[in-house]
């Protein structure tokens, strides 16, 4: 129902920024959660930054002060942004996307298929 495509990874040196966007499709216009996840080599995925339609967005300590999500809804496509300054080598993984939304009674998901960020010493 929902498709993501990620853009924007890379290869950067550290304390230079990027900016990661997720570009959603198909039938679903709105959603309740968007947010961007990690998983580094032998990591878990965790949370990176999220944000629900009500209320202030969250971040990873880790990232705080340094990584801002936002989106827009133009057209009824939604896409999704994660702009990372200051980055660290610690910031090295796979990034992905991630919506959350409502269909009837029914709370379904959609993840992306990823983006590499490779920051450099």
């Known amino acids: 129902q929902v498709q993501l495509v990620e853009s924007g990874g890379g290869l950067v040196q550290a304390g230079g920024s990027l900016r990661l966007s997720c570009a959603a499709s198909?039938?679903?216009?709105?959603?309740?959660?968007v947010g961007w996840y990690r998983q580094a080599p032998g990591k878990q995925r965790e949370l990176v930054a999220g944000?629900?339609?009500?209320?202030?967005?969250?971040?990873a300590d880790s990232v705080k002060g340094r990584f801002t999500i936002s989106s827009t809804n133009a057209r009824n496509t939604v896409t999704v942004y994660l702009q990372m300054n200051s980055l660290k080598p610690e910031d090295t993984a796979v990034y992905y996307c991630?919506?959350?939304?409502?269909?009837?009674?029914?709370?379904?998901?959609?993840w992306g298929q990823g983006t590499q960020v490779t920051v450099s010493s």
């Open positions: 991630y919506v959350r939304w409502n269909s009837g009674k029914t709370t379904l998901s959609s």
């Open positions: 198909g039938s679903v216009f709105s959603f309740n959660v």
């Open positions: 944000a629900a339609t009500s209320g202030s967005p969250n971040y």
